[in-house]
């Protein structure tokens, strides 16, 4: 009888093995639009070193805002230009018309014009008519408009790096967005390779399921970037994504009953156990 559980047990943990790996392949797709490329390992390079371009990758799956996120991904902001700037800077986007959805060029970093969004743009180039600073900037802007003089920033600019006020500087900087729909709270945290230290750049707090999405829980997500006359090499890589459910319930079985578990929500790391610690 024990071997038989054993059995019963080893079957479950592969059937549930396999079904978690095949779900994540599936959520780990993106749709590649405008000048954006696949460079392979969860890569993507939104721009090169060209004028007037514009790029952008999405996420084929929606997000649920009514549960909790983690994203965590490195972008590469391209190298220092001696006397000029680089330019212009890429963004983080939520929004909900699509994952077709192509990306605007110049100072617009993509996600210009784009209704029912909000980015989190990672500028690079300092343009005064729309109250850029002089340094790299953070800023939360919603509805595609890139102004920071507008009503529809959100959180105003903050420098990327606080010891580092051009963060083109040839190397990928760590990053991680979180979004907590308890307290309606969106953060921007930055892994400084220079100091070892984790922290905070922003958190935002405003309900953007009802403000920007109409009520709509289930938005796209994914980059996009830009150049103008300025431009530089931009990338991206997603290192690991989580939306998850925490309202899962006990699953009560017999000995050769079996119970189907879904990966629904894109989470890398999941484990089970018998309560019974069979």
């Known amino acids: 009888f024990k071997k038989l559980n054993l059995i019963i047990l080893f079957v479950m943990r592969l059937c549930f093995l396999l079904l978690i790996v095949f779900s994540n392949y599936c959520y780990s797709q993106f749709q ?8 392979g390992n969860d890569c993507y390079r939104i721009t090169t070193n060209s004028q007037n371009q514009a790029g952008s990758f999405w996420n084929n799956n929606t997000v649920d805002l009514n549960y909790p996120f983690v994203l965590n991904f490195d972008a590469y902001f391209g190298c220092p230009f ?5 330019g212009d800077g890429i963004a ?26 909000i980015a989190i743009e ?27 003089n507008s009503m529809n920033c959100l959180v105003s600019p903050v420098p990327i790096d606080n010891n580092n006020p051009n963060i083109e500087d040839c190397n990928y900087h760590s990053f991680t967005v979180t979004w907590d729909p308890v307290s ?6 930055y892994n400084d390779a220079v100091s070892g ?11 953007i399921i009802n403000n920007i999405f109409n009520g709509n829980s289930f938005v796209y997500w994914g980059f996009t970037g830009s ?5 530089n090499n931009q990338e991206v890589c997603v290192n690991s994504y ?23 929500y894109n989470l890398n790391n999941v484990s089970w156990f018998n309560s019974n610690n069979v």
């Open 122 to 148: 990672f500028d690079t180039y300092s343009n005064n008519t729309i109250g850029d600073p002089s340094f790299d900037h953070v800023s939360v802007q919603q509805n595609g408009d890139i102004s920071h």
């Open 242 to 264: 989580e939306n998850w459910n925490l309202g899962i319930e006990n699953q009560y079985l017999c000995v050769y009953d079996s119970v189907l578990v879904s990966n629904n």
């Open 184 to 189: 309606n709270k969106l953060e921007l945290f």
């Open 92 to 117: 983080f986007v939520m929004q909900d018309t699509g994952p077709n959805l192509a990306p605007l060029g110049g100072g617009s970093l993509g996600y210009g014009g784009i209704a029912n969004s």
């Open 197 to 207: 230290s984790c922290y905070s750049v922003f958190s935002y707090l405003g309900d």
């Open 227 to 231: 150049t103008g006359s300025a431009t």
């Open 32 to 39: 590649v639009a405008g000048d954006a490329t696949d460079i």
């Open 82 to 86: 001696i006397f000029v700037d680089g």
